[in-house]
C-alpha cells in the first residue's frame, strides 16, 4: 500500500458547502463580507448551484459546482480567484476555506 497523503476531493468540499447553504436556507441566517458592509442570504440551493441574495443591492449571485470546481486547485495552491464578494463571503463559512494576504485558500 503506498502513502500518499490525503487526497483533497474537490466535490466532496463542495457537498459541504451545500450542506452549509442549506442550513442558512432553512434557518433563514445571514452572513457577512469580512469588512461587515455586504449582507448576505441564501435564496436557492441544489447539488449544483447557490444562489445568494445581496440584501443591499438588486443583482443576485450564483456559484455552481462547476465554478467551483474549476477554481478549487486555485483555493489549495492559494492563487488568486477573482470572485466577487457575496461568492467569497459564502465561501468563507467553509470552515476550511480562510482568507490569507487577501486571497483565498484551501487549509486541511
Known amino acids: 500500500m503506498l502513502g500518499g497523503g490525503n487526497i483533497i476531493n474537490p466535490k466532496k468540499i463542495w457537498g459541504e458547502l451545500v450542506r ?3 442550513e442558512y436556507f432553512d434557518s433563514d441566517r445571514e452572513f457577512y463580507s469580512k469588512t461587515k458592509r ?5 435564496k ?3 447539488k449544483d448551484k447557490v444562489v445568494i441574495k445581496k440584501l443591499r443591492g438588486k443583482n443576485d449571485e450564483v456559484v455552481g459546482k462547476k465554478l ?8 489549495k495552491e492559494g492563487k488568486e480567484w477573482n470572485c466577487v464578494p457575496a461568492v467569497r463571503a459564502f465561501l468563507m463559512l467553509h470552515p476550511k476555506i480562510k482568507e490569507k ?3 483565498l485558500v484551501y487549509e486541511e
Request: proline letters at 0%.
Open 44 to 46: 436557492y440551493v441544489s
Open 101 to 103: 494576504d487577501g486571497v
Open 68 to 75: 467551483f470546481l474549476n477554481n478549487f486547485e486555485n483555493l
Open 20 to 22: 452549509i447553504a442549506k
Open 38 to 42: 455586504g449582507v448576505y442570504k441564501i
